[in-house]
C-alpha cells in the first residue's frame, strides 16, 4: 500500500476542513492558471502581443469600440527571489493591476504584461534577457514594446484616446509612455515608482543604470490629467517619490496625489479600486 507523503497528507487535512474549502481547489495553482482564473471569471479574452522584439500578454474586455480604451499595466512581477538573488522568471505570483482590472466596469478594459512576464513557461520569450526585468526595466526598448502595443491596442479597440492605469513599476511605464504620446488622456498610478533612481537610494541597492527614469519626463507630461494613489504604509515606493514627481512639473499641474490610510505597497488596493475610480480626475475634459 502507497501511503500519502507527508505534503500530501497536509493538502489532505486542509481540504477536509470547512474553514479551508475554498482554498483547496486553488492550493498549488501557478500564476499562469492563477491570472488566467481572474480574468476568465472578468470575462477577458486572452491573447498575445507582438511588439518589437517581445510577445505581451493581453487580457482584454471591449464592448464600445470606438470609446477610448483603459489600459492597466502590471508592477515588476517576481524580479528578485531576495535581496541579492534574481528571479528566473518576472510573472507575477500577484497581479495586481489585474485585479485592479477586473474590478474596473468600464466599457473597454485591457490589461497589458510587462515584457518577459508569463512568456517563458509558454517559450514565448526568446528575446528576454535577465536584465529585461533587472536593470534594463524600463529600458527603451521595453518602452518602445510598451507603446508599440498601445497602438495595437487602440488600432484594435478602434480607440482614439487611451487612459493608463499603472501599478508599482507599471506606473514608471505609464509615465514614461504618456511623454512620448499624444493620445494619452489620463494616467492613474498605483503606488508608482516615479523615480526609481531614488526608490534604489532609498533602499539602498544598485542604481538601475540602463532604464529610463519617468521623473526625467515630468515635465512632458505635466498637461496630461493625472492621479497618483500612494499608501501612507508603504514602505516600497513611499509617498514622497509622488510628491517629488509632481513637484517637479510645471505649474498648473494637471495632477493631484490621494493617499489612502493603512495601504501597504500590495495592500489595501483591490477592496479600495472601485471608489478610487470615482475620484474626479483633474483637468479632465467632460467627454472622458
Same mark, same amino acid.
Given at each position: 500500500m502507497n501511503f500519502p507523503n507527508?505534503?500530501?497528507?497536509? !493538502?489532505? =487535512?486542509?481540504? #477536509?476542513?470547512?474553514?479551508?474549502?475554498?482554498?483547496?481547489a486553488s492550493f498549488d495553482v501557478?500564476?499562469?492558471e492563477n491570472s488566467d482564473k481572474i480574468a476568465a471569471t472578468s470575462g477577458f479574452h486572452k491573447d498575445?502581443?507582438?511588439?518589437g522584439t517581445f510577445e505581451l500578454l493581453t487580457y482584454s474586455r471591449?464592448?464600445?469600440?470606438?470609446?477610448?480604451?483603459?489600459?492597466?499595466?502590471?508592477?515588476?512581477?517576481?524580479?528578485?527571489?531576495s535581496r541579492h538573488r534574481l528571479s528566473p522568471d518576472p510573472t507575477?505570483?500577484?497581479?495586481?493591476? !489585474?485585479? =485592479?482590472?477586473? #474590478?474596473?466596469?468600464g466599457a473597454n478594459i485591457v490589461y497589458l504584461a510587462r515584457p518577459c512576464q508569463y512568456v517563458?513557461?509558454?517559450?514565448k520569450g526568446q528575446s528576454c534577457l535577465p536584465l529585461h526585468w533587472s536593470t534594463g526595466r524600463f529600458a527603451e526598448e521595453i518602452i518602445a514594446a510598451m507603446d508599440a502595443a498601445c497602438t495595437d491596442i487602440k488600432k484594435?479597440?478602434?480607440a482614439s484616446e487611451l487612459h493608463l492605469v499603472g501599478y508599482s513599476g507599471g506606473g514608471a511605464i505609464a509615465v514614461l509612455l504618456a511623454a512620448r504620446r499624444d493620445d494619452i488622456a489620463s494616467i492613474r498610478t498605483v503606488a508608482g515608482n516615479l523615480d526609481h533612481a531614488e526608490v534604489n537610494r532609498f533602499h539602498g541597492v544598485s542604481p538601475l543604470t540602463e532604464s529610463l527614469n519617468p521623473i526625467d519626463v515630468s515635465r512632458a507630461t505635466s498637461a496630461v490629467p493625472q492621479l497618483h494613489f500612494v499608501g501612507d504604509d508603504d514602505t516600497i515606493v513611499p509617498?514622497?517619490?509622488?510628491h517629488h514627481f509632481l513637484d517637479r512639473q510645471n505649474p498648473g499641474v494637471c495632477g493631484k496625489i490621494i493617499h489612502l490610510p493603512q495601504a501597504t505597497h500590495t495592500r489595501g488596493w483591490e477592496a479600495a479600486w472601485p471608489e478610487l475610480l470615482r475620484v474626479p480626475m483633474p483637468c479632465m475634459r467632460q467627454n472622458n
Open positions: 507527508l505534503r500530501q497528507q497536509i !493538502l489532505l =487535512l486542509l481540504c #477536509l476542513m470547512p474553514a479551508t474549502l475554498s482554498g483547496c501557478g500564476p499562469h498575445y502581443l507582438s511588439a471591449i464592448t464600445s469600440p470606438g470609446s477610448p480604451v483603459t489600459v492597466y499595466i502590471e508592477g515588476d512581477g517576481s524580479s528578485w527571489l507575477p505570483h500577484n497581479p495586481i493591476a !489585474l485585479k =485592479l482590472a477586473a #474590478l474596473d466596469q517563458l513557461k509558454e517559450g484594435a479597440a478602434g509617498p514622497e517619490i509622488a
